[in-house]
């Protein structure tokens, strides 16, 4: 299987067939999202909330996102791999922003980067796309400015607002990204931006107007069971799964069922003998 590339991507848009994508934050989940034919590998800052515990995104640094990327890559070497851009890695200015999408590039190995936002961070989208980078934007529920959002919530549902995200969708294609993400917005407000937008156009709880879908890695497994978006499908109940999976575990640890004999490295009989006969001189 080829290395899949923004031309495929392209193709998927114009045959009709959407892409598929999650996200992924280590190599082992990875690989086995590659084995099943996933089209895309975000590597969110979600894993802020999904890994390491923090009720929001903020908290990610470019360290640690290299280093998910990273170990995605190695996990999905022909997968197209997206880093996301953590808070205050390209806010600040457009030279800073195009550094830190260099370094998922470089040091991440990915294949385009992601940041949050609309007609406001058209000047950094400008700069990484003039350096070379692939850009997805990120607009509706941006959950970096979740704060001034009034929390997780959905967007686009009065028509005030869905002009506005209209307009945001219209400028972040202008400025070079060569895809959008639509986060929690109104099935019409998506719509209507697919229409008018030649880029293909994905969504996370944007409806069915879309070239592709995504999903956090934690809520297709049923991994994360904190809270259920609305737009979250569970496919699998992984949180159960392990949940009895300790349990089992730590029963036979207590009754002394676990290592069985099959668990251990014996000696051979005539070492242990000789180990014993030396013991006791
Ligand atoms: O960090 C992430 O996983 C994201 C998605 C919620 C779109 O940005």
């Given at each position: 299987?080829?290395?899949?590339?923004?031309?495929?991507?392209?193709?998927?848009?114009?045959?009709?067939?959407?892409?598929?994508?999650?996200?992924?934050?280590d190599a082992?989940?990875a690989?086995?999202?590659?084995?099943?034919?996933?089209?895309?590998?975000?590597?969110g800052?979600?894993?802020g909330?999904c890994?390491?515990?923090y009720?929001g995104?903020?908290?990610?640094t470019?360290?640690?996102?290299?280093?998910?990327?990273?170990?995605?890559?190695?996990?999905a070497?022909?997968?197209?791999?997206?880093g996301?851009?953590p808070f205050?890695?390209?806010?600040?200015?457009?030279?800073?922003?195009?550094?830190?999408?260099?370094?998922?590039?470089?040091?991440?190995?990915?294949?385009?980067?992601?940041?949050?936002?609309?007609r406001?961070?058209?000047?950094?989208?400008r700069?990484?796309s003039?350096?070379?980078?692939?850009v997805?934007?990120?607009?509706?529920?941006?959950?970096?400015?979740?704060?001034?959002?009034g929390g997780?919530?959905?967007q686009?549902l009065?028509?005030?607002?869905?002009?506005?995200?209209?307009?945001?969708?219209e400028?972040?294609?202008?400025?070079?990204?060569m895809?959008?993400?639509?986060?929690a917005?109104?099935?019409?407000?998506?719509?209507?931006?697919?229409?008018?937008?030649?880029?293909?156009v994905?969504?996370?709880?944007?409806?069915?107007h879309?070239?592709?879908?995504?999903?956090i890695?934690?809520?297709?497994?049923?991994l994360?069971?904190?809270?259920?978006?609305k737009f979250?499908?569970?496919y699998?109940?992984?949180?159960g799964?392990?949940?009895?999976?300790?349990?089992a575990?730590?029963e036979?640890?207590?009754?002394?069922?676990?290592?069985?004999?099959?668990?251990?490295?014996?000696?051979?009989?005539?070492?242990?003998?000789k180990?014993?006969?030396e013991l006791?001189?």
């Amino acid at each position: 299987m080829p290395k899949k590339s923004v031309l495929d991507l392209y193709k998927m848009k114009e045959s009709g067939e959407k892409a598929c994508w999650i996200t992924a934050y280590d190599a082992p989940t990875a690989s086995l999202a590659e084995q099943a034919g996933i089209d895309m590998l975000l590597v969110g800052d979600s894993v802020g909330m999904c890994v390491y515990g923090y009720s929001g995104t903020n908290e990610m640094t470019m360290p640690i996102m290299l280093a998910h990327t990273a170990g995605v890559r190695r996990g999905a070497p022909k997968t197209f791999v997206i880093g996301d851009m953590p808070f205050l890695s390209y806010q600040i200015s457009p030279e800073e922003a195009v550094r830190n999408a260099g370094a998922f590039i470089q040091q991440g190995g990915a294949d385009a980067i992601k940041l949050e936002g609309g007609r406001r961070v058209t000047r950094q989208i400008r700069a990484i796309s003039e350096a070379g980078v692939v850009v997805f934007g990120h607009i509706g529920l941006t959950p970096q400015s979740s704060g001034q959002l009034g929390g997780f919530k959905a967007q686009g549902l009065t028509a005030d607002s869905a002009k506005e995200m209209i307009a945001d969708a219209e400028a972040v294609q202008e400025s070079g990204a060569m895809f959008l993400l639509v986060e929690a917005v109104a099935p019409e407000v998506t719509r209507i931006i697919r229409e008018r937008l030649s880029i293909p156009v994905y969504g996370i709880g944007a409806g069915t107007h879309t070239d592709g879908e995504l999903l956090i890695v934690s809520d297709v497994l049923g991994l994360f069971d904190a809270f259920k978006a609305k737009f979250v499908k569970r496919y699998a109940d992984l949180a159960g799964t392990m949940r009895e999976a300790f349990a089992a575990y730590r029963e036979e640890v207590k009754n002394s069922t676990f290592p069985g004999p099959e668990h251990v490295y014996n000696m051979k009989p005539d070492e242990a003998e000789k180990l014993h006969a030396e013991l006791a001189e």
